[in-house]
């Protein structure tokens, strides 16, 4: 697996510890104009502290931000496999996954109504904590607005386990599905 997905360092947390198991994104500015799309059925979470702020999830004002390492180096802890995706463009179906995420609804809705194609894209997945974490070298190819980065090869991947057991995973996913009405 070579390829990461960059996101916030506290939803790859969330994503990390089993809270959430869904993805919504509307794309970077290096997208294009076809947008954003789940374009690769597994990836690793590449945890970023560009644009975070505390304010914009559901979180205590005061939750501090992970320290960024001093070291240079990127560590990548949880590998993802899509399981399936849908295109949300009705502001009221992804109004009702908003217990399934840790975004605050203003940050959604400011997503979902950027530009004159409103939506966002949702994947479902499942997430693996890594055996060992992926460490490498930062470098500028990593950097700028966009979601996908090519990552130096690795075998981090071996050895991965999910972090929710499969009756939790598959009771969420019901649950979601449900409020999709898919």
């Known amino acids: 697996m070579s390829i990461g997905f960059k996101e916030w360092t506290l939803v790859c947390e969330a994503l990390g510890a089993g809270t959430q198991s869904i993805i919504l994104r509307k794309g970077g500015i290096a997208e294009g104009r076809a947008g954003f ?37 990127h560590e990548l802890r949880y590998a993802v496999r899509v399981e399936w995706t849908q295109d949300l463009s009705d502001w009221e179906i992804v ?10 609804p203003e940050v959604i809705q400011e997503r979902f109504r950027y530009d004159e194609k409103q939506g966002v894209s949702l994947a479902f997945v499942r997430v693996h904590r890594l ?3 992926l460490v490498f070298a930062d470098s500028p190819r990593f950097g700028g607005c966009r979601s996908w980065v090519t990552l130096p090869d690795g075998d981090a ?16 996913e ?3 599905r449900s409020l999709l009405a898919i």
Not at 43 to 65: C, G, I, N, Y
């Open 37 to 73: 799309r789940f374009e690769h059925p597994e990836f690793l979470l590449f945890p970023t502290l560009f644009h975070e702020q505390v304010s914009k999830l559901k979180l205590p004002a005061d939750t501090p931000l992970p320290a960024p390492r001093t070291d240079g180096q």
């Open 95 to 104: 109004q009702r996954l908003e217990p399934f995420h840790m975004w605050r």
């Open 131 to 133: 055996a060992a974490p």
């Open 157 to 172: 991947v071996l050895g991965s386990v999910p972090v929710l057991d499969e009756p939790t995973h598959r009771a969420r």
């Open 174 to 176: 019901a649950q979601i």
